[in-house]
């Protein structure tokens, strides 16, 4: 029993960790149809216009943006998780860029239910990066990244999520599994009883 304890423990907290991707998990490549997986989550990211590529020099260091990222031509591109997040952040450079302009506009899905849309814009201090963060209420499983069409070049790193918590099955009144339960318990309930009545009795 107190193993079977540790296992769910062990995968309760598992599915409570925040993976982040560095960009530096698999060999320089394009995006397009790549798949990472990290921390028992897989990314696959989709980019149509073939400009992105995988741990790929972008801004140097920076606060949000670290060399190596997934930079290149302004492209569109997507990111499907395996497992429904609950929080997502990201960091991205854009040149040439002015501070606290649009960087990208972001789309968060759940399945094929657009749940919000948010404008990344660039820090105050820094013109040239920006970090967007969000906590859903609605997990999401995919997000869709516009660069702002002015941007000659981008960088995106630090992609960190959290697996959003499994639901909770509910188990209906009349199903065969509580019927059994309760079968066992009115049976045991029963017998104690029983034993209590004719159970032997003391002699002095």
């Known amino acids: 029993m107190k193993r079977l304890l540790l296992v769910v423990a062990f995968a309760s907290a598992a599915m409570g960790a925040t993976v982040t991707l560095t960009m530096t998990e698999v060999p320089a490549q394009a995006i397009n149809g790549l798949a990472v997986t990290k921390g028992g989550i897989t990314f696959t990211f989709t980019d149509t216009g073939g400009g992105l590529s995988y741990n790929s020099?972008?801004?140097?260091?920076?606060?949000?943006?670290?060399?190596?990222?997934?930079?290149?031509?302004?492209?569109?591109?997507?990111?499907?998780?395996?497992?429904?997040?609950?929080?997502?952040?990201?960091?991205?450079?854009?040149?040439?860029?002015?501070?606290?302009a649009a960087i990208a506009t972001a789309k968060f899905?759940?399945?094929?239910?657009?749940?919000?849309?948010?404008?990344?814009?660039?820090?105050?201090?820094?013109?040239?990066?920006?970090?967007?963060?969000?906590?859903?209420?609605?997990?999401?499983?995919?997000?869709?990244?516009?660069?702002?069409?002015?941007?000659?070049?981008?960088?995106?790193?630090?992609?960190?999520?959290?697996?959003?918590?499994?639901?909770?099955?509910?188990?209906?009144?009349t199903s065969p599994l509580t019927l059994a339960l309760m079968t066992l318990g009115i049976a045991g309930f029963g017998g104690y009883a029983l034993r209590r009545r004719f159970g032997p009795s003391a002699s002095f």
């Open 57 to 100: 020099a972008s801004g140097g260091i920076l606060t949000y943006v670290q060399d190596p990222s997934i930079s290149g031509a302004p492209d569109p591109f997507s990111v499907a998780f395996s497992v429904p997040v609950n929080f997502i952040q990201f960091g991205m450079f854009a040149a040439p860029n002015t501070s606290g």
């Open 109 to 173: 899905y759940n399945g094929a239910t657009l749940i919000t849309t948010m404008t990344l814009n660039s820090s105050v201090s820094d013109p040239s990066e920006g970090q967007l963060t969000y906590s859903p209420t609605t997990p999401v499983t995919s997000i869709t990244v516009t660069p702002t069409s002015t941007l000659s070049f981008i960088g995106f790193d630090n992609l960190a999520v959290t697996a959003a918590p499994a639901p909770v099955p509910t188990v209906p009144a």
